[in-house]
């Protein structure tokens, strides 16, 4: 995986959060907080080998949810971004993916060598994903790839 690069301001960010807020109204109210925007966006080129660039929206701040068991962000990939083959095994890790808007393809594999599963992703698809299950997403489709992710964060 690459470096993350975190954007807070910048027209970069506002480009983002302007994108995506064409499809998802994007504010959050944390459990006995004000209603407000999202914490921070997380760039990352070729994340995981995979080409181009994956935007990380991240919600939610540090102990916001779930005694920090739980981790929720958007993801957005234009057309032809991806997130390279990955595994959450050593952190004990699973996701879900909630496709929000756009179209792209899931796939999955068994260990670093397995056969490849590709599923092609729509809005309102959900797909689950194991620690041990090798993952990678690309944005197929003309319109942004948009997906609320919620992860376990097993620290």
Sequence with gaps: MSGTV?????????HVIQ???????????????????IARIDKRENMYGGNGTVYLIQ?????????N?????????????????????ARNEEELYVVVHGTG?????????GAVRK??????DITAISSIGYHSIENTGDEPLIMFVITTNNP
Excluded: C, W
């Design 19 to 37: 994108e995506v807020s064409r499809y998802i109204h994007l504010y959050v109210m944390p459990f006995g907080k004000d209603e407000r925007t």
């Design 105 to 113: 393809e899931y796939r999955e594999r068994t260990g670093t060598e």
């Design 6 to 14: 975190i954007l807070s301001e910048g027209a970069e960010f506002d």
């Design 59 to 67: 919600m939610f701040g540090q102990n916001e949810l779930a005694n």
């Design 69 to 89: 068991r739980l981790a929720a962000y958007m993801v957005l990939l234009n057309n032809g971004d991806e997130s390279g083959f990955h595994t959450h095994n």
């Design 119 to 124: 599923k092609v992703l729509q809005k309102g």
